[in-house]
């Protein structure tokens, strides 16, 4: 008897009963996991038959796949889905030469975005970041992590957090809220930038905390962010604090950020670019996983490849997300993010997919309750009308059809 089939189900009636698929569980390691011609039993919101399609199978509601293609739901774990205006204007700019850190030395870049964010109304926010959402719903995704970060004063980073709990609860869509008040410099803490930690850790990270409006602690650790011991001290903060972490690691330069995520067990370091060898064997040691963003990679027109190769090797999980983003990834595809992955990145296209299902529920620390079709996990699923689940990364600038069920 397989791992994901279990006794006779027979004498049990599901909620629903999902018959006739080709699914693609994600439940094995280096494998897709393909059941052919198979079916889901599902029951108060969760899975509990994966397995042969008997015909003995008995359910309140049953609907016929016809063949096509069960997978887990997509999950996004990586994104700054919720900001106020865009930044087309310095697109542009770095087309006629500025490059990304100087466009954000001079003032622009996130700081632009902030202002932004900081005027804009929560209805706004709301608004505009629920139309961005429907593009990504629109191609599967049942799972988005959003982080703040666009605010960078208490205010308007709980005002960003608030809005991002409303989408969950408006939306068929698991969120997972990430506070990241460590992005950038306000411009108020000019010249003190220890002074703007001190407010990150004494009162933002607290009130989070209190008000139950993240999970996740995320720090940008940069030449233009903030130091590996400033991002440290943010790191205990967290902990102390109960949330988990993760970090926007060596996406510019090597801080050896990784390696500091992973000795505080966070979750993911997320861009790795100039990741060294050194951090990819402490990510191993600590089951850190690596979050790859080719958006970004592509819309920088980057060239140095994050090692994948070396990750690969050292079994060293990958996911990868949009990072949408209004300065550095635009995108709000996950299909084009997983052709991307295969295409920039020299990933497989199993790969890609399980960057986007297992990988990611683990970059978010929710591997035991979405990521797979296994028992026991919430049935968020999506059915695709493809041949083939190589199609997903395959297939760019449109999205094959598909039907969501969570
Ligand atoms: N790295 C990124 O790619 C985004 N944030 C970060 O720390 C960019 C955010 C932006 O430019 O608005
Ligand atoms: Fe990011």
């Known amino acids: 008897m397989s791992q994901t089939e279990t006794k006779p189900f027979e004498h049990l009636i599901f909620d629903r009963l999902i018959r006739r698929a080709n699914i693609v569980t994600m439940a094995k390691k280096n494998d897709y996991g393909i059941i052919e011609n198979g ?73 632009s975005s902030v202002k932004a964010t900081r005027q804009a109304s929560e209805q706004e926010l709301f608004d505009s970041a ?78 989070v905390a209190k008000e139950q409006l993240a999970t996740s602690v995320d720090v940008f650790c940069e030449n233009i962010g903030f ?70 990679f592509y819309f920088l027109r980057e060239t140095k490849l994050p090692p994948i190769q070396a990750l690969r090797e050292a079994d060293v999980p990958m996911a990868i997300a949009t990072d949408h983003n209004p300065g550095t990834s635009p995108c709000l595809s996950i299909l084009l993010i997983m052709n991307m992955a295969c295409t920039l990145f020299k990933m497989t296209p199993l790969e890609a997919l399980q960057g986007v299902t297992i990988n990611a529920a683990k970059a978010l620390g929710l591997n035991n309750e979405i990521g797979s079709i296994e028992i026991g996990k919430k049935a968020e699923l999506v059915l695709w009308n493809i041949g ?11 999205s094959p059809e598909n039907t969501l069920f969570t």
């Open 388 to 398: 083939h689940p190589n199609q997903l990364s395959y297939q760019f600038g449109s």
């Open 39 to 111: 079916a889901v039993g599902i029951s108060n919101g969760r899975i509990v038959y994966v397995g042969a399609d008997k015909s003995k199978l008995n359910a309140k509601e049953t609907i016929d796949a016809d063949g096509q293609w069960l997978l887990p739901g997509l999950i996004d774990c990586h994104t700054h889905l919720i900001y106020g205006g865009n930044r087309a204007h310095e697109f542009a700019m770095r087309l006629n030469g500025a490059t990304y850190e100087e466009i954000a030395k001079a003032g622009g870049g996130i700081i």
């Open 227 to 296: 130091s590996y011991q400033q991002t440290e001290k943010i790191f205990k903060t967290a902990k102390k604090h109960g949330l988990q972490i993760k970090l926007h690691a060596e996406q510019l330069s090597d801080q050896n950020g990784a390696t500091l995520v992973a000795q505080y067990d966070g979750l993911s370091a997320d861009h790795l670019e100039y990741l060294s060898q050194n951090s990819i064997e402490q990510m191993a040691k600590h089951s850190t996983v690596a979050t790859l963003l080719p958006g970004a």
């Open 130 to 207: 629920t139309k961005r959402l429907e593009s990504l719903i629109a191609e599967g995704v049942t799972t988005i992590e959003i982080k703040s970060g666009y605010g960078l004063d208490l205010d308007t980073e709980l005002k960003m957090l608030r809005v991002a709990k409303k989408i969950g609860e408006t939306y068929p869509i698991r969120i997972a809220p990430t506070f990241l008040g460590a992005h950038a410099l306000p411009p108020e803490y000019k010249d003190n930038s220890d002074g703007y930690i001190d407010l990150v850790c004494n009162e933002m990270i607290p009130t």
